[in-house]
Nanobody, 124 residues
Framework: QLQLVESGGGLVQPGGSLRLSCAAS????????IGWFRQALGKEREGVSC????????AYAGSVKGRFTISRDNAKNTVYLQMNSLKPEDTAIYYC?????????????????WGQGTQVTVSS
């Protein structure tokens, strides 16, 4: 069974930084397009960022552009989400997901393997 495991979440003050990791079990992340999604309490899950399997092209939601950076380390079979200048509205459970789409798409429908999520809380 394909598995994704997120880590790196926690409590951080506004303006702080966190780096989330998404590690794969039983498959090679480099062969998949990887997306990061988040779901805040009482809200729908939304796309945050993605990185394509083919060209490594990336995409970001407007609310995080310029603050978050997605990257992959194929040697470690891990994808990262560097989050800087965090705001209280970034508080959510963050999920990584893998899909076979060639292009990077911030839509849940394109991903079929999901992790369990990691909590990020931005508060003073």
């Amino acid at each position: 069974q394909l598995q994704l495991v997120e880590s790196g979440g926690g409590l951080v003050q506004p303006g702080g930084s966190l780096r989330l990791s998404c590690a794969a079990s039983r498959f090679t992340l480099g062969a998949y397009t990887i997306g990061w999604f988040r779901q805040a309490l009482g809200k729908e899950r939304e796309g945050v960022s993605c990185i394509s399997k083919s060209t490594g092209s990336t995409a970001y939601a407007g609310s995080v552009k310029g603050r978050f950076t997605i990257s992959r380390d194929n040697a470690k079979n891990t994808v990262y989400l560097q989050m800087n200048s965090l705001k209280p509205e970034d508080t959510a459970i963050y999920y990584c997901a893998a899909g076979q789409a060639t292009l990077c798409v911030l839509s849940q429908a394109w991903y079929n393997v999901w992790g369990q999520g990691t909590q990020v809380t931005v508060s003073s």
